[in-house]
């Protein structure tokens, strides 16, 4: 997916981290943001502190393709929506296979034109990625979903005349899930029940959203959530919160180099059982106000992890701290529960002289690593920024390609990482 340019990263380790960093925006509230900003049929919405992350162009250019006018703002990371313009349902498939949270845009479409078509879903797609609860919440307030497949290509049609509240449940607290099922309830007509659903702060931010725009909603962050349908959303101003997943990159950024930084943004709170864990390691927290001060000075000792859902020990964490375990003192174990396949990691690290076994969803690091530099590949997101921290920790240089991923979750952060002294670059081409 490089997207015509190979984008590469460069990083010389050995330089413990200091100085002062800004956490971005969260990239899994501004894209529902996003979704929700379109379900108000005049003004304009402005959302600030929003992340200038590959995910978010795509969403401001889907916007723009079904009708909306939005103006991303980078140099004040601001994006301004107005969404009274909306004029066509399809969410054309060149916008849409490259950017998953494209889903989220169905629930303004129903609600404004009556009507959704998620266009280049290939065959029996209907099945995959999870996507089925979303459908399965819409047709039970309602809407008819067909698929139509012609050749290679397929597409989803949702319609609704209205959608009607009712009592709707989660098979997994999908945050997504529930942030299209909050959209398409806040707008329905009665009350609408949704069981079983996500605890993330980011959903507790995109209900304050909504909140904002006039929604009737009760009990986020209960796991039960009741909304009463309103006639209609306003638009209104809002901070996006920070990310926590760049936060914890940027505490294990000095927790790997034995550095002391600050990070502007960031909530001990939000970091849950990864806080924990780091703090069995050796890390050491203090919040001040916004201001989290983290700093590392004795071995890192080694840990055990397993991941779950929110307040549990964040997925999107678990490979960065599989790199900061290689430096640990003594053998650490991960057990992946929420993703399959989350250990090509281990791979790319063995290449910079880890010692790690992996058996399915379980890996057993082995800690006490001398990390050497070496080229390795970022198969995903993840991946991407634990190799950072492995580069950030390694003697010597490591080249990492495939580093498009990287860019999709984390604004500038060679930028950012070379503003705390780390000798890292960016190069595209």
């Given at each position: 997916?490089?997207?015509?340019?190979?984008?590469r990263?460069?990083?010389?380790?050995?330089?413990?981290?200091?100085?002062t960093?800004?956490?971005?925006?969260?990239?899994?509230?501004?894209?529902?943001?996003?979704?929700?900003?379109?379900?108000?049929?005049?003004?304009?919405?402005?959302?600030?502190?929003?992340?200038?992350?590959?995910?978010?162009?795509?969403?401001?250019?889907?916007?723009?393709?079904?009708?909306?006018?939005?103006?991303?703002?980078?140099?004040?990371r601001?994006?301004?929506?107005?969404?009274?313009?909306?004029?066509?349902?399809?969410?054309?498939?060149?916008?849409?296979?490259?950017?998953?949270?494209?889903?989220?845009?169905?629930?303004?479409?129903?609600?404004?034109?009556?009507?959704?078509?998620?266009?280049?879903v290939?065959?029996?797609?209907?099945?995959?990625?999870?996507?089925?609860?979303?459908?399965?919440?819409?047709k039970r307030?309602?809407?008819t979903?067909?698929?139509?497949?012609?050749?290679e290509?397929?597409?989803i049609?949702?319609?609704?005349?209205?959608?009607?509240g009712?009592?709707?449940?989660l098979?997994t607290?999908?945050?997504?899930?529930?942030?299209?099922?909050?959209?398409?309830?806040?707008?329905?007509?009665?009350?609408?029940?949704?069981?079983n659903?996500a605890?993330e702060?980011?959903?507790?931010d995109?209900?304050?959203?909504?909140?904002?725009?006039?929604a009737?909603?009760?009990?986020?962050?209960?796991?039960?959530?009741?909304?009463?349908g309103?006639?209609?959303?306003?638009?209104?101003?809002?901070?996006?919160?920070?990310?926590?997943?760049?936060?914890?990159?940027?505490?294990?950024?000095?927790?790997?180099t034995?550095?002391?930084?600050?990070?502007?943004?960031?909530?001990?709170?939000?970091?849950?059982?990864?806080?924990?864990?780091?703090?069995?390691?050796?890390?050491?927290?203090?919040?001040?106000?916004?201001?989290?001060?983290?700093r590392?000075?004795?071995?890192?000792?080694?840990?055990?992890?397993?991941?779950?859902?929110?307040?549990?020990?964040?997925?999107?964490?678990?490979?960065?701290?599989?790199?900061?375990?290689?430096?640990?003192?003594?053998?650490?174990?991960?057990y992946e529960?929420i993703?399959?396949?989350?250990?090509?990691?281990?791979?790319?690290?063995?290449?910079m002289?880890?010692d790690?076994?992996?058996?399915?969803?379980?890996?057993?690091v082995?800690?006490?690593?001398s990390?050497?530099?070496?080229?390795?590949v970022?198969?995903?997101?993840?991946?991407?920024?634990?190799?950072?921290?492995?580069?950030?920790?390694?003697?010597?240089?490591?080249?990492?390609?495939?580093?498009?991923?990287?860019?999709?979750?984390?604004?500038?952060?060679?930028?950012r990482?070379?503003?705390?002294?780390?000798?890292?670059?960016?190069?595209?081409?």
């Open positions: 997916m490089s997207m015509g340019h190979e984008v990263y460069r990083v010389r380790g050995g330089r413990q981290l200091r100085g960093v800004f956490v971005q925006g969260a990239k899994n509230a501004v894209l529902p943001m996003i979704g929700v900003s379109l379900l108000a049929a005049k003004g304009r919405t402005v959302l600030r502190n929003v992340p200038i992350i590959e995910d978010v162009r795509r969403a401001v250019e889907l916007a723009q393709a079904i009708g909306a006018k939005a103006e991303l703002h980078e140099a004040e601001t994006l301004v929506i107005d969404a009274s313009t909306l004029s066509s349902p399809v969410l054309p498939a060149e916008i849409a296979s490259r950017f998953r949270g494209s889903f989220l845009f169905v629930p303004a479409l129903l609600h404004r034109l009556g009507e959704a078509v998620i266009e280049g290939g065959g029996c797609n209907l099945g995959s990625r999870n996507l089925d609860f979303h459908y399965n919440g819409f307030m309602g809407a979903v067909t698929e139509q497949v012609s050749g290509e397929g597409s049609h949702i319609k609704a005349g209205e959608l009607r009712g009592t709707l449940y098979d607290p999908s945050h997504t899930g529930t942030e299209n099922l909050l959209m398409a309830a806040a707008l329905g007509k009665g009350t609408t029940l949704i069981k659903c605890l702060p980011e959903v507790l995109v209900i304050e959203l909504l909140s904002r725009m006039g009737k909603i009760k009990g986020g962050g209960t796991g039960f959530i009741t909304v009463e309103v006639d209609e959303l306003t638009a209104v101003e809002h901070t996006v919160m920070p990310d926590r997943i760049d936060a914890g990159v940027f505490v294990m950024a000095a927790a790997i034995g550095g002391e930084i600050s990070l502007v943004g960031a909530s001990l709170e939000h970091l849950g059982v990864a806080a924990d864990k780091l703090e069995q390691m050796g890390v050491e927290f203090a919040q001040h106000g916004a201001v989290l001060q983290v590392r000075k004795r071995p890192l000792r080694p840990i055990n992890v397993v991941t779950d859902e929110y307040p549990g020990f964040a997925t999107d964490l678990q490979s960065p701290i599989m790199a900061v375990s290689c430096l640990a003192d003594g053998p650490s174990y991960i529960r993703f399959d396949g989350r250990f090509k990691l281990a791979d790319e690290l063995t290449k002289g880890a790690i076994d992996v058996d399915g969803n379980r890996a057993k082995h800690g006490g690593a990390l050497r530099g070496a080229e390795v970022a198969h995903d997101l993840r991946t991407g920024s634990a190799l950072v921290l492995a580069g950030l920790a390694a003697q010597g240089e490591t080249t990492i390609t495939s580093a498009y991923y990287l860019d999709r979750g984390h604004a500038h952060i060679a930028e990482l070379s503003m705390l002294g780390a000798d890292i670059e960016r190069e595209v081409g």
